[in-house]
């Protein structure tokens, strides 16, 4: 955002909330670099739209006022006309920032878009599985490079089979993401040097209880038939020598002689 004029509004969303609050962050620095106002938050949840339309109208003698809007993605569509009016004719003395996990409102976005820059950090809203799947992988394969080290391809989509679950709320909120984070972190601390690989992973990384359930039953509805089939063979074989589920292999015991 740097190489740039501040525009009047950003929309800045996603799923991977670090990143999320990390452009919020650069753009509070970069306001405050050029004489701005101290951010002014507001939360969507709290305050209608005409509130943070008022503070974003107000006057400013002491450089760019910048306004955040946040939990921008529960705001109603009717809601949203406020902001959206505004937008048609922005004050040039505010940046607004709109900031959420799920997009805003679709007129609240387009009116964005117009005005001024989205900032996604994430799959797209109508991301399919196969897309949202991908986009994991590579935001462990990004986040393992942050941390210093490097992983294989089929180990990043390990970490991916072992941790995210498929879920509406855990998209809405960020979760996955923020736990594919925090095991790139640990993986790379463990590395070493070495290049992360599946075993590493399979000594490392656990997966929730029914992780790979529910990705079984998203495959089969999304009719993604070779994932689903892997899937299959994981749920009932387990990550190797041991027994379903990861579990250890167990034998029953040997019975005694004369079948005691």
């Keep these: 955002m740097s190489e740039r004029p ?3 509004v950003y929309a800045i969303w996603g799923e991977d909330r670090a990143k999320v609050e ?4 650069r753009l509070i620095a970069r306001v405050e670099e050029e ?17 943070v339309v008022g503070a974003c109208e107000a006057l400013s ?22 902001l959206v009016d505004y937008l048609a004719e922005p004050n040039p003395a505010t ?15 387009e009116a964005v878009k117009r005005a001024g820059t989205e900032l996604v950090f994430g799959p797209g809203a109508k991301a399919s599985r196969k897309d949202r799947t991908a986009w994991h992988v590579s935001h462990v394969e990004q986040e393992v490079a942050r941390f210093g080290a490097s992983i294989a391809g089929d180990a990043a989509r390990e970490v991916v089979e072992r941790v995210v679950v498929d879920r509406p709320e855990a998209h809405r909120s960020g979760a996955n993401a923020l736990q594919l984070t925090q095991e790139a972190r640990k993986l790379a601390a463990a590395a070493d040097g070495q290049r992360i690989d599946r075993a590493m992973v399979a000594s490392l990384v656990a997966a929730p209880p029914g992780a ?46 004369g079948g005691e």
Excluded at 22 to 25: L, S, Y
Aim: hydrophobic share 35%; proline share 13%; net charge neutral.
């Design 22 to 25: 990390r452009a919020v962050a």
């Design 212 to 257: 790979r359930a529910f990705q079984l039953s998203g495959a089969r509805v999304a009719g993604d038939s070779s994932d689903a089939r892997r899937l299959r063979e994981r749920l009932g074989c387990g990550d190797g020598a041991g027994g379903p589920l990861g579990h250890p292999a167990t034998r029953p015991p040997p019975q005694r002689a």
């Design 95 to 109: 940046c607004l920032a709109i900031v959420s996990s799920p997009p805003p409102p679709g007129p609240l976005l």
């Design 6 to 8: 501040l525009e009047p």
């Design 35 to 51: 004489g701005g106002l101290p951010a002014e938050r507001y939360d969507a949840t709290e305050v209608p739209s005409t509130e």
């Design 61 to 82: 003698l002491a450089g760019v006022r910048l306004v955040i809007l946040e939990q921008a993605s529960e705001i109603k569509s009717a809601d949203a006309k406020p």
